[in-house]
């Protein structure tokens, strides 16, 4: 959903700094070839990624939901070098076409792949992260969270994809699906965890970004 009006939403995406072309080439083949290609982060919030992470200055990402590879792109572009982005996604079906582009962008030296469950496999990775980036299944998001503020510095950060879940979390809870229940419940608990202090941004379909309080 556009939650901006369209002249608005092309103003915008014409004075954001435009993509690298390993990144148009990602964007174009997902919308021709992948089922649900708007699951895809795309320009504008490709490009706040890459701004978040460049201002975070990061050594260790976790990413929870690669899909096809686009915000896995945009996060390498920021890590510190000798950094890595750890990368998460339990489609096996994808994998091939995220590392064809990764090693196409140069970035192998930069992005570590995880197939399988990251509920199994963010407690298996021994790192502290300064980053994390969730967007993958709703119905997990409080469990990966909860996973991974154990594993983020004070001062890191926990950013989630989709929490306004094209406006459906503004409905009665009662008409909710499983999805948007699930995203009602992250906002709410990310609302009251005194770990963190947090904004939401309507940014796309949103980003709740929540940072790591030294307790």
């Known amino acids: 959903m556009d939650f901006l009006p369209e002249n608005i939403e092309k103003y915008v995406d014409a004075h954001t700094r435009q993509e690298p072309e390993i990144l148009k080439k990602l964007d174009r083949e997902t919308y021709a070839k992948v089922m649900m290609p708007r699951m895809l982060s795309g320009h504008l919030q490709g490009r706040f990624l890459k701004m978040i992470c460049s201002m975070v200055n990061p050594t260790q990402v976790l990413e929870v939901g690669t899909f096809t590879g686009y915000s896995a792109l945009c996060l ?24 064809r582009y990764i090693k196409e962008a140069g970035m192998e030296n930069k992005i570590k792949t995880y197939v399988g469950n990251a509920l199994d496999i963010i407690p298996a990775i021994n790192h502290t992260f300064d980053l994390v980036f969730l967007d993958a299944d709703k119905e997990n998001y409080s469990k990966y969270y909860e996973l991974a503020i154990h594993k983020v510095r004070p001062g890191g950060f926990i950013v989630a994809d989709n929490v306004l879940w094209s406006g459906k979390v503004t409905e009665p809870k009662v008409k909710a699906d499983e999805e948007t229940r699930s995203l009602m419940e992250y906002n709410k608990m990310v609302m009251k965890d005194p770990r963190v202090e947090n904004v939401l941004v309507p940014i796309r379909d949103g980003l709740m970004i929540a940072r790591k309080l030294t307790l």
């Open 76 to 99: 390498a572009e920021a890590v510190k070098e000798g950094g890595m982005v750890h990368t998460i996604d339990i489609n096996e079906e994808l994998h091939p076409m995220v590392m």
